[in-house]
């Protein structure tokens, strides 16, 4: 795969380099592409950790590539080189020595990685489902992305600085459910054959995530206006209105994510990539009615309204392959936060 990247990223940028980036030098480029294969290695070894839930070691790969990085830059600002060139070169090595160091920790947590003789057969099942599982990755980014482009392409540049300071603050709300959501698939992964406990712990654990992002929500919602103002200025004041407008859908999408990986777990895979088609296709359609109208609320609403649809379509398949009833994913009872412990356990409750 590795292989396969650079030749694809070399022959791009050989071929349609100075078109698709203008002003940019090729060996710049070329430089940036070898960021690509220990980048692609470390993540694998990052996941390997993950599924065995040892999050310990899981957060400090995570954290180490990013550690080193900002250690290599600030000794290039101490020694006064820092440069486009000398800035790629650290960013290069600082994905090698993390690399070094997830491949060392996998083979001390998860032990010698060998071929068995069912690794055909494995392939077959794990290759249509990484691919379906990053096509659907990239329909999500697109989701995250496209209202920030519409913004821009209808109402300018000045109304898309507002809007994406209202995304941008919206976004760290996904820390929550992103977090939830690294514990949790490895764990629903592990308990196949157990309907009653996998359905138990999805449920248990949207309905928590959707109230903690809702609690958050409505600090964020209540600081938006002096935040911004704070951050970024007077003139970003007008984000605040947007944000506010894109709070049902964020809280409601974060619960999504815990049915999202309930879905991998089982490896309807494709489910999730035909959603977030669908998600996207709505997006894109409220986008261009409402941004005309109503401009950067507009397309807040928009997001707001694509978000909302995919989570009730996941709410209610769930039910549909769970049969847990579809409240049980919404509401909390007051027994949640004892549950969630000895769920996650493994014990009965």
């Known amino acids: 795969m590795s292989a396969i990247g650079l030749m694809l990223g070399a022959s791009v940028i050989l071929v349609a380099g100075e078109v698709l980036f203008p002003g940019t030098q090729p060996h710049i480029l070329m430089l940036a592409l070898l960021m690509f294969p220990p980048n692609m290695i470390r993540m694998i070894a990052v996941s390997l950790v993950q599924a065995t839930e040892n999050f310990r070691e899981y957060n400090f790969l995570v954290l180490a590539q990013p550690t080193v990085a900002l250690a290599f830059l600030l000794a290039l600002w101490i020694l006064d080189s820092f440069s486009l060139p000398s800035v790629l070169v650290a960013m290069v090595l600082s994905h090698v020595i993390a690399l070094a160091l997830g491949l060392s920790r996998v083979r001390r947590i998860v032990g010698p990685l060998e071929a068995k003789d069912d690794s055909a057969e494995y392939l077959r099942l794990a290759l249509p489902f990484g691919l379906k599982t990053q096509l659907g990755s990239i329909v999500a980014f697109l989701n995250y992305r496209l209202d920030i482009f519409l913004v821009n392409l209808l109402l300018g540049p000045a109304a898309t600085g507002l809007y994406s300071v209202a995304v941008r603050l919206i976004e760290q709300l996904w820390?929550?459910?992103?977090?939830?959501?690294?514990?949790?698939?490895?764990?629903?992964?592990?308990?196949?054959?157990?309907?009653?406990?996998?359905?138990?712990?999805?449920?248990?654990?949207?309905?928590?995530?959707?109230?903690?992002?809702?609690?958050?929500?409505?600090?964020?919602?209540?600081?938006?206006?002096?935040?911004?103002e704070l951050l970024f200025g007077e003139e970003f004041r007008g984000a605040a209105t947007a944000l506010i407008v894109l709070l049902p859908g964020v809280v409601l999408i974060s619960s999504g994510r815990v049915i999202a990986n309930d879905l991998a777990a089982r490896g309807m895979v494709g489910i999730n990539m035909y959603l977030a088609i669908l998600t996207l296709v709505v997006n894109v359609i409220g986008n261009i009615l409402l941004i005309p109208i109503y401009g950067i609320v507009g397309a807040a609403l928009a997001t707001s309204i694509a978000y909302t649809s995919d989570f009730v379509v996941r709410l209610l398949l769930m039910h549909r392959i769970s049969r847990v009833q579809w409240w049980r994913f919404i509401l909390s009872p007051g027994e949640d936060m004892k549950n969630a412990r000895s769920l996650f356990r493994g014990q009965q409750t």
């Open 175 to 228: 820390l929550i459910s992103t977090a939830v959501s690294t514990v949790l698939l490895p764990r629903l992964s592990a308990m196949v054959g157990d309907e009653v406990g996998r359905g138990a712990l999805t449920s248990l654990v949207s309905r928590l995530t959707m109230w903690a992002t809702l609690l958050a929500s409505a600090v964020l919602a209540a600081a938006s206006g002096p935040l911004t």
